[in-house]
């Protein structure tokens, strides 16, 4: 669980104004911020200049040329096909026309450890550590894209904002004014994939019969049919009950060969994958190198 007050991940301070370039690129930096997002207590794991240079080649990827002249922004189709290009995963939580609910959502979802993008009218955002808005420019009319980090002791939300610019992250902004048009949760790589738009348990069941079957789910939600019991199977699982979760499988098992030539079976998860060596041992590794 992740207590009021804290972020859900460590980010670091990013501008999305650079010269020369466009300043329409909220939703290329907000996903590229996530992207490289890492634990809490973990340092964050690229460069400003890595975050900016990312971010300006998705945006003339999907928009053309990144120079000043090109407004395009992102939409939110974008936003999910780029999350997935990255190597990540999301689940839109509402789609276009609003949030009926958005306290509730978005603390149930920081509270298990997923940050959540969201697109919002510029009007709307009101800064409570400055007492108003955080731009110095006529913002009607005029959509943006932030994440949610965390929500605040207040009840507000502690967000990360390219936009808001010369303010030491996270921000706090009142939610009960921000006019929300879309909510994209970003699946961090070292949480679970969520299967729909609940979110789900920051950890496993209590019981055994629970958890089984909690792991059957997550195991089973990409209808590969794989079986459980083989020895990458049973690793997985008692990686899954000890609270390390490397999410569904994304391929069958394969056969493979080592940094050293010598064969091996591979596996691919959402977030790790297994090797299977000298038919007895499995080694998994994860974004930041071997897990085990």
């Known amino acids: 669980m992740i207590p009021v007050g804290q972020?859900?991940?460590?980010y670091i301070d990013f501008d999305q104004f650079i010269p020369g370039q466009s300043v329409?690129?909220?939703?290329f930096a907000a996903s590229v911020l996530n992207h490289y997002a890492t634990e809490v207590g973990q340092p964050y794991s690229a460069s400003v200049a890595q975050v900016a240079a990312v971010a300006a080649q998705y945006y003339t990827n999907y928009d053309g040329p990144d120079v000043p002249g090109n407004n395009n922004g992102m939409s939110l189709e974008q936003l999910g096909e780029m999350i997935v290009q990255l190597g990540n995963h999301f689940q839109n939580l509402y789609p276009l026309?609003?949030?009926?609910?958005p306290k509730g959502a978005f603390a149930g979802w920081i509270a298990a450890g997923y940050p959540v993008i969201i697109a919002i009218t510029e009007d709307s955002v009101y800064d409570a550590g400055i007492g108003g808005k955080p731009y110095a420019w006529n913002t009607s009319g005029y959509n943006?894209?932030?994440?949610v980090t965390g929500m605040a002791t207040s009840g507000n939300i502690l967000v990360r904002d390219t936009a808001n610019v010369g303010r030491a992250g996270p921000r706090e902004y009142d939610l009960s004014r921000l006019v929300i048009i879309s909510a994209t949760v970003f699946v961090p790589s070292w949480l679970p994939r969520p299967s729909g738009a609940t979110p789900p348990s920051s950890s496993p069941p209590s019981s055994s019969s629970q958890q089984q079957a909690a792991a059957d789910n997550l195991w089973n939600s990409t209808n590969l049919g794989l079986d459980m019991k083989t020895g990458i199977g049973q690793s997985w699982l008692a990686h899954y009950v000890a609270g390390v979760f490397f999410g569904p499988p994304l391929t069958r098992e394969y056969a493979s060969v080592d940094w050293n030539g010598k064969p091996i079976t591979q596996q691919v998860f959402q977030s790790g994958v297994a090797n299977w060596v000298n038919s007895n041992m499995c080694l998994w590794y994860g974004l930041h190198g071997l897990v085990n």
């Open 7 to 10: 972020e859900v991940a460590t």
């Open 24 to 27: 329409d690129t909220c939703g």
């Open 97 to 101: 026309g609003g949030i009926s609910d």
């Open 144 to 147: 943006h894209i932030i994440t």
